[in-house]
């Protein structure tokens, strides 16, 4: 059985990458899944980043 997580610690969650400790916890995974899926070229939802000179 896990732990609950309340939701007035999820932003410190999502910033605790556990240094010392071989896990994450969920919310920090779900942070990491999220970037990696965004930064996917391979993703239909990719969006490169806009160059401030093609204006």
Known sequence: MSK???PEDHKANQAND???TSGTN???QKVL???SQQLDSENPKFKPKKD????
């Open 18 to 20: 556990n240094k010392g």
């Open 33 to 35: 899944d999220n970037r």
């Open 26 to 28: 969920k919310q920090r």
């Open 4 to 6: 609950v997580i309340k």
């Open 52 to 55: 401030k000179e093609q204006k």
